[in-house]
């Protein structure tokens, strides 16, 4: 089994920053996909940004790049997320996701708030 502990949500001014973190622990398959999903109130959740287990590939939602980042450290078993320029439209509650060919698992979500 795996556990997604995730940390470091708030409450953040607009053009402010913030930084997510997600420790996983328990059996991880060594290649495997880490990323952020976001869920706002009346809305699907979407996906937000991924690595892959090597850190070499990303992917992230248009309505973020440039602005988050994301990484990994596998020492830790840690994925971040870095949110800098927050807007209003990024307050949703954000999920840590890991993914291999033996199945995903689900943080259970801190919440982001950014206010104008």
């Known amino acids: 089994q795996v556990q997604l502990v995730e940390s470091g949500g708030g409450l953040v001014q607009v053009g402010g920053s913030l930084k997510l973190s997600c420790a996983a622990s328990g059996s991880i398959f060594s290649i495997n996909t880490m990323g952020w999903y976001r869920q706002a109130p009346g809305k699907q959740r979407e996906l937000v940004a991924t690595i892959t287990s090597s850190g070499g590939s990303t992917n992230y939602a248009d309505s973020v790049k440039g602005r988050f980042t994301i990484s990994r450290d596998n020492a830790n078993n840690t994925v971040y997320l870095q949110m800098n320029s927050l807007k209003p439209d990024d307050t949703a509650v954000y999920y840590c996701?890991?993914?291999?060919?033996?199945?995903?698992?689900w943080g259970q979500g801190t919440q982001v708030t950014v206010s104008s």
């Open positions: 996701r890991l993914t291999t060919v033996l199945g995903g698992y």
